[in-house]
C-alpha cells in the first residue's frame, strides 16, 4: 500500500528551525505533485506549500513565504518543508500531501495545488510546536 510518512516535527522556540520530511513509499513519485497543509487547534487545514514537481514551479502561503521553503529529492521519493524564523502561529499538525495527474487546459495549477481536495494521498501529520 502506498503511502505518505512525514517525520521531523518537534518543540522548537520563536525565530528557530525546522525540517520537515515527507517520505512516498510507492514508484512514482516523480509524477506527483507535493503540498504540505497545516492544522492548528480549532482551525481548518489550511495550504503552507506545492511544488508540482522537481524543477517545476513552487506555491506558497501569504503567511509563510520568505521563511518556509519546499523541495523534493526524487531519488529518495521525497519532499521537504525547510521552516525558518519560526513563530508560535506556526504551531499546528503539518500533514503533506500528494496530488496525481495533470491539469485540464487552461488551468491553474496554483488553484489546484492550495486546494485540500485536489489531493489523492495524504500523509498521518506531525506536530510543529513553536514556543515564546
Known amino acids: 500500500q502506498v503511502q505518505l510518512v512525514e517525520s521531523g516535527g518537534g518543540l522548537v522556540q520563536a525565530g528557530g528551525s525546522l525540517r520537515l520530511s515527507c517520505a512516498y513509499s510507492?514508484?512514482?513519485?516523480?509524477?506527483?505533485?507535493m503540498g504540505w497543509f497545516r492544522q492548528a487547534p480549532g482551525k481548518e487545514r489550511e495550504f503552507v506549500a506545492a511544488?508540482?514537481?522537481?524543477?517545476?514551479?513552487?506555491y506558497y502561503a501569504d503567511s509563510v513565504k520568505g521563511r518556509f521553503t519546499i523541495s523534493r529529492d526524487d531519488a529518495k521519493n521525497t519532499v521537504y518543508l525547510q521552516m525558518n524564523s519560526l513563530k508560535p502561529e506556526d504551531t499546528a499538525v503539518y500533514y503533506c500531501?500528494?496530488?496525481?495527474?495533470?491539469?485540464?487546459?487552461?488551468?491553474?495549477?496554483?488553484?489546484?495545488?492550495?486546494?485540500?481536495?485536489?489531493?489523492?494521498?495524504w500523509g498521518q501529520g506531525t506536530q510543529v510546536t513553536v514556543t515564546t
Open positions: 511544488n508540482n514537481w522537481s524543477g517545476g514551479s513552487t
Open positions: 500531501a500528494a496530488r496525481g495527474g495533470s491539469i485540464r487546459d487552461g488551468g491553474s495549477w496554483y488553484i489546484a495545488l492550495t486546494n485540500e481536495y485536489e489531493y489523492d494521498l
Open positions: 510507492g514508484r512514482t513519485f516523480s509524477s506527483y505533485a
